[in-house]
């Protein structure tokens, strides 16, 4: 009760956009990344202004959970909270369908610097530089010591 009467009164003060740009650039978006602005440079390389209705879904969809739900963990996490939110934008009448399924059927393509630490292996992600790449394409460096590897990964999930 007393937080539907506060949201209430910030809404009266503060608009909706306000309140949702105020959200996006606290929150926790996985990996070690808080905000939007690092969110939309970890994942693609480029400001949240130039992000793509599929890319800016991807992030959406990942809220909730962002590690459990990040593209670097599953490559099919990151089509599969796209299209609940783009189903969702279609439901609320925000986006139509043919728009929706055509953004579906682009493939996404996620930017990080060089490497990507994965529990406790190092993943090339590309032999040019900041080429974006399909995450499926990864190819694992294991250049790690592997009993650290696999023991690392069985201690975090220990946790």
């Given at each position: 009760?007393?937080?539907?009467?506060?949201?209430?009164?910030?809404?009266?003060?503060?608009?909706?956009?306000?309140?949702?740009?105020?959200y996006?650039?606290?929150?926790?978006?996985?990996?070690?990344?808080?905000?939007?602005?690092?969110?939309?440079?970890?994942?693609?390389?480029?400001?949240p202004?130039?992000?793509?209705?599929?890319?800016?879904?991807?992030?959406?969809?990942?809220?909730?959970?962002?590690?459990?739900?990040?593209?670097?963990?599953?490559?099919?996490?990151?089509?599969?909270?796209?299209?609940?939110?783009?189903?969702?934008?279609?439901?609320?009448?925000?986006?139509?369908?043919?728009?929706?399924?055509?953004?579906?059927?682009?493939?996404?393509?996620?930017?990080?610097?060089?490497?990507?630490?994965?529990?406790?292996?190092?993943?090339?992600?590309?032999?040019?530089?900041?080429?974006?790449?399909?995450?499926?394409e990864?190819?694992?460096?294991?250049?790690?010591?592997?009993?650290?590897?696999?023991?690392?990964?069985?201690?975090?999930?220990?946790?």
């Amino acid at each position: 009760m007393v937080e539907m009467v506060l949201s209430v009164a910030l809404e009266r003060t503060i608009s909706k956009r306000r309140i949702l740009s105020c959200y996006v650039n606290k929150i926790y978006w996985g990996h070690g990344i808080y905000g939007i602005e690092s969110a939309s440079d970890f994942y693609f390389g480029k400001p949240p202004s130039l992000l793509t209705l599929g890319e800016s879904a991807l992030l959406a969809g990942i809220i909730p959970a962002p590690e459990l739900r990040s593209p670097f963990r599953d490559p099919t996490r990151g089509k599969t909270f796209q299209a609940r939110v783009l189903k969702r934008m279609v439901e609320v009448g925000f986006l139509d369908i043919e728009t929706a399924l055509s953004v579906l059927k682009q493939p996404l393509y996620l930017l990080m610097g060089q490497h990507l630490l994965m529990g406790f292996y190092s993943c090339h992600l590309s032999s040019e530089g900041d080429v974006p790449i399909r995450p499926w394409e990864w190819a694992p460096h294991v250049g790690l010591n592997m009993w650290v590897g696999s023991h690392g990964d069985n201690a975090y999930r220990d946790i």
